[in-house]
């Protein structure tokens, strides 16, 4: 395959494809698939910035881009962020409104010859998209949601990352190191001495985050390096070949 049929462009967290790269991307496949990123805006302490979950959100779907044959749809960066409300900057959408708004790209990509969806989900707090992801899935249409805590504990692991996923909640070792190495110009003095560990957080539906944390970080940022940053995003693409190949093969396993 060409180069613009392997690969998205991308500039910054935008794709940059023209019509024309998407076109002939679909010809070298038998069934496209688009990637959309979601993140939030929210909190995430005073060394990460607000678009946090959307920069990592982008930053596993360029390097799925630039693996596979896959049409990089530009991230939504505002979703449900109602834990993080006691912080300024938070903003938030609904679960409705979320759950619609994947919907409508599904459909409207469908329209234009893009059967299948995947979604890159950055924000934890999302879980209307497991939702919508099974609703699709229950009336025959093609859509994943893509990483799975399974994918994220292998490329932990690969990483070399120490913290547990349960310890490493928000703005923790994970997040500042792929922030560290996909976006170094974001990452704010601090993390190096913002450790902070909750381990148990049982009531966070019903009280926030606010109730667990003064800072808003959950987790262990002063692990956090660049090389951690990048093993975690290869280790993620590697993990998303299953998904393509489930998402592109014919049959009924395609269907789950």
Sequence with gaps: MSGSQTRSAEH??????????????????????????????????????????????????????????????????ISCSHEHAAWAGTVSISSVTLHSVIRDIASSLRRSGVETLVVVNGHGGNYVLGNVVQESSARGERMALFP????????????????????????????????????????????????????????????????????????RPSLGSAEKGKALLASLADSFGTYFSLLTSDGDSARG
Excluded at 17 to 22: G, H, N, P, R, S
Excluded at 48 to 67: K, S, Y
Excluded at 159 to 167: C, D, E, M, Q, Y
């Design 12 to 77: 910054g967290t935008l794709p940059a494809d023209t019509t024309e790269d998407v076109r002939a991307r679909g010809e070298g496949v038998s069934r496209q698939v688009a990637v959309l990123p979601v993140g939030s805006f929210e909190q995430h302490g005073p060394y990460l910035p607000l678009a946090t979950d959307t920069l990592v959100a982008c930053a596993v779907a360029r390097e799925i881009a630039a693996a596979y044959p896959v049409h990089l749809l530009p991230p939504v960066t």
């Design 148 to 219: 799975a805590a399974e994918d994220w504990e292998a490329a932990r692991e690969q990483a070399g990352v120490v913290t547990s996923l349960l310890t490493d909640m928000h703005a923790g070792e994970i997040e500042t190191s792929i922030l560290l190495h996909a976006h170094p110009e974001f990452v704010r003095p601090g993390y190096e001495t913002s450790d902070f560990v909750a381990d148990d957080r049982r009531h966070l539906l019903t009280l926030g985050m606010s109730a667990y944390t003064d800072s808003g970080v959950i987790g």
